[in-house]
């Protein structure tokens, strides 16, 4: 079962994750221009490090994963980022 999953079939325990599309680093320094934040404050909200947004926004890393979906959802529903900033 895990050779067909890892080629990408599904399985009755296995199921390919398929994450979101990347961002690219203009989309995340808009995103964060946005909703007026430094970069420092931003990374805190996330819980990511600065070098790490600094990162995104100059187009040497992209987010992956858990950031990824958060970022998306940001993009539709700002207040997400109030929310996990008074998490």
């Known amino acids: 079962e895990m050779n067909a999953a890892l080629a990408g079939k599904k399985t009755k325990y296995w199921h390919r994750v398929i994450y979101p599309k990347a961002l690219g680093n203009r989309e995340v320094k808009a ?8 970069q420092l404050a931003f990374a805190r ?18 987010p992956d994963g858990l950031a990824r979906k958060v970022l998306r959802s940001a993009m ?12």
């Open 31 to 38: 995103l964060r221009q946005s909703v007026h934040l430094t």
């Open 45 to 62: 909200v996330l819980g990511m490090s600065l070098s790490t947004v600094r990162s995104w926004e100059q187009g040497t890393k992209q």
């Open 76 to 87: 539709v529903k700002p207040a997400l980022l109030e929310d996990l900033a008074r998490a």
